[in-house]
Protein backbone atom coordinates (compact mmCIF):
# COMPACT_ATOMS: atom_id res chain seq x y z
CA UNK A 1 0.00 0.00 0.00
CA UNK A 2 3.29 2.47 0.50
CA UNK A 3 3.92 1.82 -2.62
CA UNK A 4 1.34 2.79 -4.13
CA UNK A 5 1.01 6.15 -1.65
CA UNK A 6 4.76 7.10 -3.37
CA UNK A 7 3.37 6.20 -6.59
CA UNK A 8 0.82 9.02 -6.21
CA UNK A 9 3.37 11.36 -4.65
CA UNK A 10 5.52 10.93 -7.86
CA UNK A 11 3.00 10.76 -10.03
CA UNK A 12 0.14 13.35 -9.22
CA UNK A 13 -1.91 13.23 -11.97
CA UNK A 14 -2.68 10.08 -11.22
CA UNK A 15 -3.91 10.80 -8.15
CA UNK A 16 -6.50 13.25 -9.89
CA UNK A 17 -7.83 10.27 -11.81
CA UNK A 18 -7.99 8.18 -8.80
CA UNK A 19 -10.27 11.09 -7.53
CA UNK A 20 -12.49 11.19 -10.16
CA UNK A 21 -12.88 7.57 -10.41
CA UNK A 22 -13.63 7.33 -6.44
CA UNK A 23 -16.01 10.44 -6.51
CA UNK A 24 -17.97 9.45 -9.57
CA UNK A 25 -18.91 6.10 -8.26
CA UNK A 26 -19.72 7.29 -5.21
CA UNK A 27 -21.37 9.49 -6.02
CA UNK A 28 -23.89 7.38 -8.12
CA UNK A 29 -24.05 5.40 -4.31
CA UNK A 30 -27.84 5.65 -3.57
CA UNK A 31 -28.86 5.15 0.04
CA UNK A 32 -32.62 5.18 -0.01
CA UNK A 33 -33.54 8.33 -1.59
CA UNK A 34 -30.14 10.19 -0.26
CA UNK A 35 -27.02 10.36 -2.83
CA UNK A 36 -24.15 12.38 -2.45
CA UNK A 37 -24.05 13.06 -6.70
CA UNK A 38 -20.98 13.24 -8.68
CA UNK A 39 -19.61 16.68 -7.69
CA UNK A 40 -20.17 16.20 -4.02
CA UNK A 41 -17.97 13.03 -3.36
CA UNK A 42 -15.70 14.37 -6.21
CA UNK A 43 -14.83 17.02 -3.60
CA UNK A 44 -14.77 14.78 -0.30
CA UNK A 45 -12.68 11.93 -2.46
CA UNK A 46 -10.30 14.83 -3.22
CA UNK A 47 -9.70 15.80 0.68
CA UNK A 48 -9.20 12.66 1.96
CA UNK A 49 -6.92 11.89 -1.38
CA UNK A 50 -5.38 15.11 -0.37
CA UNK A 51 -4.18 14.11 3.11
CA UNK A 52 -1.80 11.49 1.88
CA UNK A 53 0.23 14.77 1.29
CA UNK A 54 -0.31 14.43 -2.31
CA UNK A 55 1.03 17.86 -3.99
CA UNK A 56 -1.02 19.01 -7.28
CA UNK A 57 1.69 21.22 -9.31
CA UNK A 58 0.39 24.49 -10.09
CA UNK A 59 0.22 23.98 -14.27
CA UNK A 60 -1.71 21.11 -13.75
CA UNK A 61 -4.32 23.11 -11.55
CA UNK A 62 -4.29 25.83 -13.85
CA UNK A 63 -5.38 23.93 -17.46
CA UNK A 64 -8.03 21.98 -15.45
CA UNK A 65 -9.51 25.04 -14.28
CA UNK A 66 -9.67 26.75 -17.53
CA UNK A 67 -11.29 23.82 -19.19
CA UNK A 68 -13.69 23.62 -16.97
CA UNK A 69 -14.57 27.28 -16.73
CA UNK A 70 -14.44 27.22 -20.86
CA UNK A 71 -17.18 24.64 -20.47
CA UNK A 72 -18.95 26.58 -18.32
CA UNK A 73 -18.87 29.54 -20.24
CA UNK A 74 -19.52 27.72 -23.70
CA UNK A 75 -22.89 26.47 -21.60
CA UNK A 76 -24.33 29.81 -20.32
CA UNK A 77 -22.68 32.34 -22.49
CA UNK A 78 -26.05 32.66 -24.95
CA UNK A 79 -28.55 33.09 -22.31
CA UNK A 80 -25.78 35.88 -20.10
CA UNK A 81 -26.02 38.10 -23.45
CA UNK A 82 -29.67 37.43 -23.66
CA UNK A 83 -29.89 38.47 -19.72
CA UNK A 84 -28.52 41.79 -20.41
CA UNK A 85 -31.22 42.80 -23.15
CA UNK A 86 -34.23 45.06 -21.91
CA UNK A 87 -36.64 41.80 -20.87
CA UNK A 88 -33.91 40.79 -18.62
CA UNK A 89 -32.67 43.60 -16.31
CA UNK A 90 -34.64 42.41 -13.63
CA UNK A 91 -32.93 38.97 -13.65
CA UNK A 92 -29.29 40.93 -14.12
CA UNK A 93 -31.01 42.93 -10.80
CA UNK A 94 -31.16 39.66 -9.12
CA UNK A 95 -28.10 38.58 -9.85
CA UNK A 96 -26.21 41.54 -8.97
CA UNK A 97 -28.51 41.48 -5.46
CA UNK A 98 -27.39 37.85 -4.97
CA UNK A 99 -23.82 38.42 -5.51
CA UNK A 100 -23.34 41.70 -3.56
CA UNK A 101 -25.78 39.79 -0.64
CA UNK A 102 -23.17 36.58 -0.33
CA UNK A 103 -20.43 38.41 -0.38
CA UNK A 104 -21.53 40.25 2.05
CA UNK A 105 -22.62 37.75 4.01
CA UNK A 106 -19.47 35.73 4.21
CA UNK A 107 -17.58 38.62 4.84
CA UNK A 108 -19.16 39.38 8.01
CA UNK A 109 -19.42 35.87 8.81
CA UNK A 110 -15.48 35.59 8.59
CA UNK A 111 -15.21 38.77 10.82
CA UNK A 112 -17.09 36.88 13.37
CA UNK A 113 -15.66 33.07 13.19
CA UNK A 114 -12.14 34.71 12.81
CA UNK A 115 -11.36 33.18 9.36
CA UNK A 116 -8.05 33.86 7.06
CA UNK A 117 -8.99 34.72 3.71
CA UNK A 118 -8.49 31.02 2.82
CA UNK A 119 -11.03 29.96 4.69
CA UNK A 120 -13.21 32.85 3.96
CA UNK A 121 -13.03 32.02 0.28
CA UNK A 122 -13.38 28.84 0.48
CA UNK A 123 -16.83 29.40 2.65
CA UNK A 124 -17.87 31.91 -0.23
CA UNK A 125 -17.08 29.32 -3.23
CA UNK A 126 -18.54 25.92 -1.36
CA UNK A 127 -21.44 27.68 0.02
CA UNK A 128 -22.49 29.07 -3.11
CA UNK A 129 -21.32 26.38 -5.36
CA UNK A 130 -19.35 28.46 -7.28
CA UNK A 131 -16.35 27.27 -8.52
CA UNK A 132 -14.78 30.22 -10.20
CA UNK A 133 -14.22 31.89 -7.36
CA UNK A 134 -11.59 29.33 -6.25
CA UNK A 135 -9.18 30.41 -8.72
CA UNK A 136 -10.03 34.29 -8.60
CA UNK A 137 -8.84 33.67 -4.95
CA UNK A 138 -5.67 32.09 -5.55
CA UNK A 139 -5.04 34.50 -8.71
CA UNK A 140 -5.57 37.63 -6.06
CA UNK A 141 -3.75 36.19 -3.24
CA UNK A 142 -1.09 36.13 -5.78
CA UNK A 143 -0.88 39.36 -6.14
CA UNK A 144 -1.25 40.69 -2.37
CA UNK A 145 2.46 40.77 -1.39
CA UNK A 146 2.10 37.59 0.91
CA UNK A 147 5.07 35.71 1.60
CA UNK A 148 4.97 32.13 0.09
CA UNK A 149 4.31 30.25 3.32
CA UNK A 150 1.65 32.36 4.45
CA UNK A 151 0.11 32.23 0.70
CA UNK A 152 0.76 28.18 0.56
CA UNK A 153 -1.46 27.96 3.45
CA UNK A 154 -4.22 30.06 2.18
CA UNK A 155 -4.60 28.42 -0.84
CA UNK A 156 -4.24 25.08 0.43
CA UNK A 157 -7.22 25.95 2.89
CA UNK A 158 -9.63 26.73 0.21
CA UNK A 159 -10.42 23.50 -1.18
CA UNK A 160 -11.29 22.22 1.91
CA UNK A 161 -13.12 25.07 3.28
CA UNK A 162 -14.99 24.37 -0.39
CA UNK A 163 -15.71 20.95 0.02
CA UNK A 164 -17.12 20.65 3.29
CA UNK A 165 -19.37 23.98 2.92
CA UNK A 166 -20.48 22.83 -0.69
CA UNK A 167 -22.68 19.87 0.93
CA UNK A 168 -24.79 22.47 2.99
CA UNK A 169 -24.36 24.62 -0.54
CA UNK A 170 -26.71 21.88 -2.71
CA UNK A 171 -28.30 19.79 -0.17
CA UNK A 172 -28.94 23.00 1.78
CA UNK A 173 -30.42 25.50 -0.91
CA UNK A 174 -32.28 21.89 -2.17
CA UNK A 175 -34.03 21.70 1.36
CA UNK A 176 -34.60 25.35 1.56
CA UNK A 177 -36.24 25.54 -1.82
CA UNK A 178 -38.46 22.29 -1.28
CA UNK A 179 -39.57 23.26 2.36
CA UNK A 180 -39.42 26.74 3.40
CA UNK A 181 -39.56 28.32 -0.47
CA UNK A 182 -43.17 27.01 -0.69
CA UNK A 183 -43.97 28.21 2.17
CA UNK A 184 -42.92 31.87 1.66
CA UNK A 185 -45.44 32.04 -1.45
CA UNK A 186 -48.45 30.95 0.44
CA UNK A 187 -48.03 27.06 0.58
CA UNK A 188 -47.27 24.04 -1.37
CA UNK A 189 -50.65 23.40 -2.80
CA UNK A 190 -50.78 26.87 -4.11
CA UNK A 191 -47.65 26.70 -5.52
CA UNK A 192 -48.75 22.93 -7.32
CA UNK A 193 -51.74 24.98 -8.64
CA UNK A 194 -49.30 27.93 -10.05
CA UNK A 195 -47.86 25.44 -12.01
CA UNK A 196 -50.53 23.49 -13.58
CA UNK A 197 -51.76 27.07 -14.61
CA UNK A 198 -48.64 27.76 -16.32
CA UNK A 199 -48.94 24.29 -17.96
CA UNK A 200 -52.60 24.92 -19.14
CA UNK A 201 -51.42 28.23 -20.61
CA UNK A 202 -47.90 27.19 -22.10
CA UNK A 203 -50.58 24.53 -24.08
CA UNK A 204 -53.21 25.46 -26.71
CA UNK A 205 -55.02 22.03 -27.14
CA UNK A 206 -54.51 18.72 -25.48
CA UNK A 207 -53.44 17.45 -28.81
CA UNK A 208 -50.11 20.09 -28.34
CA UNK A 209 -49.39 18.17 -25.28
CA UNK A 210 -45.86 16.17 -25.37
CA UNK A 211 -47.87 13.18 -24.03
CA UNK A 212 -45.03 10.82 -24.72
CA UNK A 213 -42.07 13.08 -24.06
CA UNK A 214 -40.42 9.74 -22.01
CA UNK A 215 -41.10 8.12 -25.03
CA UNK A 216 -37.71 6.88 -27.15
CA UNK A 217 -39.02 8.07 -30.29
CA UNK A 218 -40.95 11.78 -29.77
CA UNK A 219 -41.05 12.02 -33.39
CA UNK A 220 -41.81 8.58 -35.74
CA UNK A 221 -42.84 7.54 -39.20
CA UNK A 222 -45.44 4.74 -39.90
CA UNK A 223 -47.01 3.09 -43.16
CA UNK A 224 -50.69 2.80 -43.83
CA UNK A 225 -52.59 0.99 -46.81
CA UNK A 226 -55.14 3.73 -47.37
CA UNK A 227 -58.74 2.12 -47.30
CA UNK A 228 -60.97 4.88 -46.03
CA UNK A 229 -63.67 6.32 -48.13
CA UNK A 230 -62.65 9.64 -47.77
CA UNK A 231 -60.06 8.73 -50.16
CA UNK A 232 -62.36 7.47 -52.49
CA UNK A 233 -62.25 9.94 -55.33
CA UNK A 234 -58.75 10.69 -55.01
CA UNK A 235 -57.15 13.95 -52.59
CA UNK A 236 -53.84 15.25 -52.86
CA UNK A 237 -51.23 15.20 -50.74
CA UNK A 238 -51.68 19.30 -49.79
CA UNK A 239 -55.38 18.43 -48.86
CA UNK A 240 -54.59 15.24 -46.53
CA UNK A 241 -52.24 17.81 -44.62
CA UNK A 242 -54.49 20.33 -44.40
CA UNK A 243 -57.47 18.13 -42.92
CA UNK A 244 -54.51 16.73 -39.99
CA UNK A 245 -53.88 20.71 -39.50
CA UNK A 246 -57.73 21.25 -39.20
CA UNK A 247 -57.86 18.50 -36.72
CA UNK A 248 -54.64 19.96 -34.31
CA UNK A 249 -52.49 17.56 -35.81
CA UNK A 250 -48.99 18.56 -37.66
CA UNK A 251 -48.23 15.14 -39.86
CA UNK A 252 -46.62 15.29 -43.07
CA UNK A 253 -46.47 12.88 -45.99
CA UNK A 254 -43.53 11.70 -46.57
CA UNK A 255 -43.89 8.69 -48.96
CA UNK A 256 -46.33 7.18 -50.82
CA UNK A 257 -46.15 4.22 -53.06
CA UNK A 258 -48.73 3.65 -56.28
CA UNK A 259 -49.39 0.25 -57.87
CA UNK A 260 -46.52 -0.80 -55.73
CA UNK A 261 -44.04 1.91 -57.04
CA UNK A 262 -42.63 4.10 -54.60
CA UNK A 263 -43.19 7.70 -56.23
CA UNK A 264 -41.62 11.32 -55.58
CA UNK A 265 -44.07 13.09 -53.21
CA UNK A 266 -45.78 16.59 -54.10
CA UNK A 267 -48.28 18.42 -53.33
CA UNK A 268 -50.42 18.12 -55.86
CA UNK A 269 -50.08 14.20 -56.33
CA UNK A 270 -53.56 11.73 -55.84
CA UNK A 271 -53.93 9.45 -52.94
CA UNK A 272 -55.90 6.83 -53.87
CA UNK A 273 -57.60 4.00 -52.32
CA UNK A 274 -54.90 0.84 -52.10
CA UNK A 275 -51.87 3.12 -51.84
CA UNK A 276 -49.39 3.02 -49.14
CA UNK A 277 -48.52 6.27 -47.20
CA UNK A 278 -45.89 7.08 -45.11
CA UNK A 279 -47.03 9.97 -42.50
CA UNK A 280 -44.16 11.48 -40.05
CA UNK A 281 -45.11 13.71 -36.97
CA UNK A 282 -44.69 13.54 -33.02
CA UNK A 283 -45.67 10.18 -31.50
CA UNK A 284 -48.56 11.82 -30.16
CA UNK A 285 -50.27 12.93 -33.36
CA UNK A 286 -49.50 9.61 -35.41
CA UNK A 287 -50.98 7.46 -32.67
CA UNK A 288 -54.36 5.94 -33.52
CA UNK A 289 -54.22 7.55 -37.09
CA UNK A 290 -54.81 3.83 -38.58
CA UNK A 291 -58.11 3.17 -37.86
CA UNK A 292 -59.22 6.41 -40.02
CA UNK A 293 -56.64 5.80 -42.97
CA UNK A 294 -56.53 2.42 -42.95
CA UNK A 295 -54.43 -0.43 -41.49
CA UNK A 296 -50.81 -0.16 -40.48
CA UNK A 297 -48.01 -2.12 -43.01
CA UNK A 298 -44.90 -3.14 -41.83
CA UNK A 299 -42.79 -2.71 -45.12
CA UNK A 300 -39.23 -2.37 -44.94
CA UNK A 301 -38.76 -1.06 -48.26
CA UNK A 302 -41.18 1.55 -47.79
CA UNK A 303 -39.64 2.71 -44.23
CA UNK A 304 -36.06 2.51 -45.64
CA UNK A 305 -34.96 6.15 -46.77
CA UNK A 306 -32.83 8.57 -45.11
CA UNK A 307 -34.01 10.15 -41.86
CA UNK A 308 -32.27 13.21 -39.97
CA UNK A 309 -32.96 14.29 -36.04
CA UNK A 310 -30.31 17.19 -36.31
CA UNK A 311 -29.51 19.35 -33.10
CA UNK A 312 -29.65 23.13 -34.11
CA UNK A 313 -28.45 26.38 -31.67
CA UNK A 314 -30.86 28.97 -32.04
CA UNK A 315 -29.20 32.03 -33.80
CA UNK A 316 -31.51 33.56 -36.39
CA UNK A 317 -33.44 36.94 -35.08
CA UNK A 318 -36.51 35.36 -37.42
CA UNK A 319 -37.36 32.44 -34.85
CA UNK A 320 -35.47 33.85 -31.67
CA UNK A 321 -38.41 34.76 -28.96
CA UNK A 322 -41.31 33.12 -31.10
CA UNK A 323 -42.95 30.28 -29.71
CA UNK A 324 -43.05 27.10 -30.98
CA UNK A 325 -47.00 26.90 -32.64
CA UNK A 326 -45.39 30.56 -34.41
CA UNK A 327 -42.28 28.60 -35.52
CA UNK A 328 -44.62 25.28 -36.64
CA UNK A 329 -46.15 27.57 -39.32
CA UNK A 330 -43.06 28.62 -40.85
CA UNK A 331 -43.31 27.43 -44.67
CA UNK A 332 -39.57 26.11 -44.25
CA UNK A 333 -40.66 23.93 -41.07
CA UNK A 334 -42.55 21.54 -43.82
CA UNK A 335 -42.21 18.07 -42.55
CA UNK A 336 -39.95 18.25 -40.02
CA UNK A 337 -40.86 18.59 -36.25
CA UNK A 338 -39.31 19.15 -33.31
CA UNK A 339 -38.12 16.54 -31.37
CA UNK A 340 -36.96 18.49 -28.20
CA UNK A 341 -35.72 21.97 -27.07
CA UNK A 342 -32.69 22.28 -24.41
CA UNK A 343 -32.16 25.78 -22.24
CA UNK A 344 -28.82 25.50 -20.84
CA UNK A 345 -28.51 22.09 -20.66
CA UNK A 346 -32.09 21.32 -19.49
CA UNK A 347 -34.61 20.01 -21.50
CA UNK A 348 -37.81 22.69 -21.30
CA UNK A 349 -41.65 21.09 -22.49
CA UNK A 350 -42.05 21.33 -25.92
CA UNK A 351 -45.77 22.77 -26.08
CA UNK A 352 -46.94 25.08 -28.81
CA UNK A 353 -46.69 28.49 -25.74
CA UNK A 354 -42.80 28.07 -25.63
CA UNK A 355 -40.74 30.76 -26.26
CA UNK A 356 -37.37 29.14 -27.63
CA UNK A 357 -34.86 31.88 -27.01
CA UNK A 358 -32.06 32.66 -28.84
CA UNK A 359 -28.79 30.17 -27.47
CA UNK A 360 -31.69 27.04 -27.08
CA UNK A 361 -30.87 23.25 -28.69
CA UNK A 362 -33.83 22.32 -30.90
CA UNK A 363 -33.25 18.91 -32.12
CA UNK A 364 -35.32 18.95 -35.28
CA UNK A 365 -36.31 15.27 -36.97
CA UNK A 366 -37.53 14.94 -40.69
CA UNK A 367 -36.40 13.78 -44.24
CA UNK A 368 -32.75 14.73 -44.82
CA UNK A 369 -33.37 18.00 -47.17
CA UNK A 370 -36.68 18.90 -45.16
CA UNK A 371 -34.38 19.21 -42.04
CA UNK A 372 -31.44 20.80 -44.11
CA UNK A 373 -33.43 23.45 -45.39
CA UNK A 374 -34.90 23.77 -41.96
CA UNK A 375 -32.01 23.87 -39.72
CA UNK A 376 -30.54 26.62 -42.16
CA UNK A 377 -32.84 29.01 -41.85
CA UNK A 378 -33.25 28.24 -37.59
CA UNK A 379 -29.87 28.94 -36.60
CA UNK A 380 -26.48 27.26 -36.20
CA UNK A 381 -26.43 23.19 -37.68
CA UNK A 382 -24.31 21.11 -34.33
CA UNK A 383 -23.57 17.89 -35.60
CA UNK A 384 -22.74 15.35 -33.56
CA UNK A 385 -19.31 14.00 -33.99
CA UNK A 386 -16.80 12.09 -32.34
CA UNK A 387 -14.47 15.27 -32.59
CA UNK A 388 -13.24 18.26 -30.69
CA UNK A 389 -13.00 21.73 -32.46
CA UNK A 390 -9.49 22.32 -31.02
CA UNK A 391 -9.16 25.46 -33.06
CA UNK A 392 -12.27 26.89 -30.84
CA UNK A 393 -11.43 25.48 -27.72
CA UNK A 394 -7.69 26.70 -27.49
CA UNK A 395 -8.72 29.83 -29.30
CA UNK A 396 -11.38 30.63 -26.46
CA UNK A 397 -8.96 29.34 -23.69
CA UNK A 398 -6.10 32.15 -24.79
CA UNK A 399 -8.50 34.81 -25.10
CA UNK A 400 -9.83 34.43 -22.19
CA UNK A 401 -7.17 34.06 -20.09
CA UNK A 402 -5.31 37.11 -21.40
CA UNK A 403 -8.28 38.98 -20.59
CA UNK A 404 -8.43 37.36 -16.95
CA UNK A 405 -4.58 38.53 -16.61
CA UNK A 406 -5.60 41.83 -17.10
CA UNK A 407 -5.94 43.70 -13.66
CA UNK A 408 -6.95 47.12 -11.88
CA UNK A 409 -5.28 48.10 -8.48
CA UNK A 410 -7.77 49.70 -6.41
CA UNK A 411 -6.17 50.85 -2.75
CA UNK A 412 -3.65 48.39 -3.07
CA UNK A 413 -6.35 45.81 -4.17
CA UNK A 414 -5.87 43.75 -8.15
CA UNK A 415 -9.37 43.60 -9.18
CA UNK A 416 -9.49 41.68 -12.46
CA UNK A 417 -11.44 38.89 -14.19
Excluded at 345 to 368: C, H, M, N, W
Amino acid sequence: MEWIFNQLRERPELAIFLTIFLGFWLGKLRIGKFTLGTVTSVLLVGVLVGQLNIAVPGPIKSVFFLLFLFAVGYKVGPQFFRGLKKDGLPQVGFAVLMCVSVLLVTWLLALMMGYNAGEAAGLLTGSQTISAVIGVAEDTMANMGLDEAQRQSYVNIIPVSYAVTYIFGTAGSAWVLSSIGPKMLGGLEKVKAACKELEAKMGSSLADEPGFMPAARPVTFRAYRVENEWFKNGKRVIDLEVYFRQHDKRLFVERLRKSGVVVEVSMNIQIEPGDEVVLSGRREYIIGEESWIGPEVQDAQLLDFPAEKLPVTITRKTVAGKTVAVIRREKFMHGVSIRSIKRAGISIPVLAQTVVDAGDVIEVVGTRQEVEAAAKRLGYIDRPTNQTDMIFVGLGILVGGLFGALSVHIGGIPISL
